[in-house]
């Protein structure tokens, strides 16, 4: 009896949980080993390449592609316009998910339209198109500048002007306030849904085999949860904040779904400044600025019951909101790929999902009610205020 | 990026072709335009990875047409050998017989892009089958592919022997033989194809060839010189992606034609192009006699540029005043530039 026990005893207890794994290691190593007995691969080759970035440079088209089919791809030829082009490339395979970069030599001309077929050795070929062709920017100091400068018109400058309806709010009846965090959701929501649809249409231009749209729900139910977590860890350090106010901590949550929200909004905007396709003026700037300047209003509903301004957390708030514009459009405009901007878009959306969540508590009135007519009515001002200065605004 | 489901039988050819291809030794930079300028007729035995390793704008400026060069002994064909290369069989109680066997095979029409073709005897485009006007001819054809076939002759002769399904002998089955029969005219130059449907398919898969009936007293001493303007579909979307003459794209760019000076030069021209209802033939710095199919002994034409339709053919005759080298092109730009593009080099 004895001695069987102490032999129980000494085998660790993580074994049994890990022989399993090795069981499957084992197997999935014997099954490749032996080349998938049993199995005849029928069917052709898919041979699938993703183009997830364009630079266009004098005299050249350099193609960014990622191989999001199940074989390898060998490129052989290239064909733009109807005619063979000479080009480089460092690999003459390129495997499943892996990455690689087809430089061509091409004169091509400024606003015309060009059409690349990449043709690999089984003779298929995966065609790119290119419109309006126009040089990328260089990612030199001055285009970094001009991308901070953007970012900072279009996200911190208008979220500043915003907070500064702070003063007002502190004298207006609770009412007032519930309105306005009704139409602080409102904007939330269709912020939200913005992102979700952006994020699935770039996801469609990005390589399939990282998981196309289910990418923007995995970063957007990433972030809800990332959000509640980093929520709950503010409530448990301050067991006896706010009560019924919100105060900075929703103000906080705000700011940061905003924030996520811009720095997608950045992305959408430097990549679109890096294929030429943004029409760079007033106009676009002024839409931006007055898009924004409700998410400014958005962060300091939250806090109008506090007793005093902090003024030193106000500006980080409104620099939390904004500034990831300036990010975004950095990475938008030197090192864009679809996939990952998809993902952003996707956590953008799950964070607002989670702040909407936050602060739905406090437009409920003196009954109780969540959607009571002043809350519906703030709901759908911002819905409408955010959809008539998204129109100003056109990527 | 549309892909046919037509794609199967010749997909599955490429497992070997490509460990081939990978197995290839990058020998050297051996590029288009150095042997553009070095001329050597050795030059392009030796392939090249396209793509790969060819840095330097310099050579992108001077570049014409494709990446690398196409090695001959992969495709068992040499189209500067299929341009002076006329069979005219061997005849037998007086009558002129060849044999002919459909084969399938994958070809390269594009420096490292793969075609899995239908060969007459192994080449695209078949052999140049040449007889004399009035000849009694007799064609053995053997089909030794998975599809059925035929061989339609352009010329005169009964219906059962005009290579079509339904009449005579009709389709041959994979496998099985046949024997067409007839007298060779009229003098001119034709072509033979399958005609077995669908029709488009079986012609651009590579089942054509040149077909020479000299005229009874014969043509006047010339170097004769045989081109099949031709095209694949690689992605099958029924437009081509490669043009030719004699299959290889750029081909004749990498290794010119060479002709002598003065001396008369006798182009047939054929053109077996599907899904492009027209192609040109066109020739820099000089002209020609044209002759619609060959079938008169007067050119209609003095010219430096012809049409053809699809099916269409003549004889073109011209000389070279001058040394140097000469570009011939498609004067469809489109085709010139996927292909269909050469250089006749003259010499003293």
New interface residues.
């Given amino acids: 009896m004895e001695p069987a026990t102490a032999q129980r005893t000494r085998r660790p207890a993580w074994l049994p949980g890990v022989a399993p794994l090795a069981v499957l290691a084992v197997a999935i190593g014997l099954f490749v080993l032996l080349d998938a007995p049993g199995l005849n691969r029928i ?3 898919h041979e ?1 390449l993703a183009v997830e970035r364009t630079v266009l440079k004098p ?1 050249e088209i350099d193609l960014h592609v990622r191989n999001e089919g199940a074989d390898p791809v ?6 733009v316009n ?8 460092p690999h ?2 390129i495997g499943r998910l892996g990455g690689s970069e ?1 430089d061509v ?1 091409y004169p091509w001309i400024e606003g015309e339209n060009y059409d690349v ?1 990449l ?9 790119h198109a290119i419109e309006a062709a126009v040089e990328t920017p260089d990612a030199g100091l001055d285009f970094y500048g001009l991308m901070a400068l953007i970012g900072i018109y279009v996200g911190v400058i208008p979220v500043a002007i915003g907070m500064l309806w702070l003063p007002w709010l502190r004298g207006v009846d609770p009412r007032w306030i519930r309105f306005l965090l009704a139409f602080t959701i409102g904007l939330l929501g269709f912020l939200g849904v913005e992102a979700l649809l952006e994020g699935t249409q770039l996801a469609g231009t990005g390589a399939e085999a990282f998981g196309g749209a289910a990418l923007v729900w995995l970063g957007a139910a990433g972030a809800f949860l990332a959000l509640a977590g980093v929520d709950g860890w503010l409530r448990g350090r301050r067991p006896k904040g706010g009560g019924a106010a919100l105060g900075y901590r929703a103000a906080f949550l705000v700011a940061l779904g905003i924030g996520l929200h811009n720095l997608g909004e950045g992305l959408a905007i430097g990549s679109a400044y890096a294929v030429g396709s943004l029409a760079l003026g007033a106009t676009l700037v002024v839409g931006f600025a007055l898009h924004n300047t409700t998410e400014g209003l958005a962060i300091v509903a939250p806090v109008a019951q506090e007793k005093q301004s902090r003024l030193r957390r106000l500006a980080l708030l409104g620099l939390l909101a904004g500034a990831p514009a300036v990010l975004g459009a950095w990475i938008g405009a030197s090192a864009f790929n679809p996939s990952l901007a998809a993902l952003m878009f996707g956590v953008g959306a799950g964070a607002i999902a989670q702040v909407v969540v936050q602060i739905s508590p406090a437009i409920r009135d003196r009954a109780g009610r969540l959607l009571h007519p002043l809350a519906v009515a703030g709901l759908l001002t911002g819905l409408t205020v955010m959809y008539l200065t998204g129109l100003m605004v056109s990527l | ?1 549309e ?1 046919g489901q037509g ?2 039988s ?3 050819l ?1 497992g070997g ?2 460990a081939a ?2 197995a290839l030794p990058v020998l050297h930079e051996l590029i288009p335009h150095q042997s553009l300028h070095g001329g050597g007729a050795a030059a392009a035995a030796e392939p090249h ?7 330097g ?1 310099a ?2 400026a001077a ?1 014409l ?4 060069t196409v090695d001959p002994r992969v495709n068992g064909f040499d189209p500067q050998e299929m341009l002076r290369d006329f069979d005219e069989g061997r005849v037998v109680d007086g009558v002129r017989e060849w044999e002919i066997v459909a084969e399938e095979k994958e070809i390269e ?7 899995a073709a239908w060969t007459y005897n192994q080449r695209v485009p078949g052999p140049t089958l040449r007889a004399r006007e009035g000849e009694r001819l007799r064609i053995h054809f053997t089909n030794g592919t998975k599809h059925a076939h035929t061989m339609h002759f352009h010329g005169i002769h009964p219906s059962s022997q005009d290579g079509v399904p339904g009449l005579g002998v009709g389709n041959v089955d994979p496998g099985k033989s046949t024997t067409y029969e007839f007298v060779a005219e009229p003098f001119g130059v034709h072509l033979y194809h399958c005609h077995t449907m669908p029709l488009a398919e079986h012609i651009a898969k590579g089942l054509y060839g040149a077909f020479i009936i000299d005229p009874k007293q014969g043509r006047s001493k010339a170097d004769e010189l045989v081109m099949v303007m031709n095209g ?1 579909d ?2 099958f979307d029924r437009s081509n ?1 490669v043009y030719a003459v004699n299959t290889v ?2 081909d004749y760019v990498n290794r010119p034609v060479r002709v002598k000076r003065g001396e008369p030069v006798r182009i047939y021209l054929v053109n077996v192009l599907e899904f492009d209802p027209l192609n040109s033939f066109h020739i820099h710095a000089n002209f020609f006699d044209y002759y619609p199919t060959g079938t008169r002994l007067e050119p209609r034409d003095f010219t430096d540029t012809v049409v053809q339709g699809q099916g269409e053919r003549g004889i073109i005759e011209l000389r070279f005043p001058y040394a140097g080298k000469y570009m011939f092109h498609a004067h469809v730009s ?1 085709f010139a ?3 269909w593009m050469g250089f006749f080099e003259v010499e003293e």
């Avoid at chain 1, 109807?82 to 490339?89: C, E, I, N, R, S």
């Avoid at chain 2, 047409?65 to 690398?68: E, H, N, P, Y």
């Avoid at chain 2, 029409?109 to 075609?115: E, L």
Wanted: charged share 20%; hydrophobic share 40%; net charge positive.
């Fill in positions: 069917g052709v080759p699938r005299g060998r490129v052989r030829q290239v064909i109807d005619a063979f082009v000479p080009f480089d490339q003459s395979e087809i030599s077929q043709v690999t050795d089984t003779g298929a070929t995966i065609d | 990026m892909r794609k199967l010749r997909r599955r490429l072709a490509a291809s990978a990875m396209p793509g790969m390793g060819a840095h704008s050579m992108h570049h047409g494709t990446v690398g029409v594009a420096p490292g892009v793969k075609y694949f690689t992605n992606e794209a750029f489109e530039e996927l292909g």
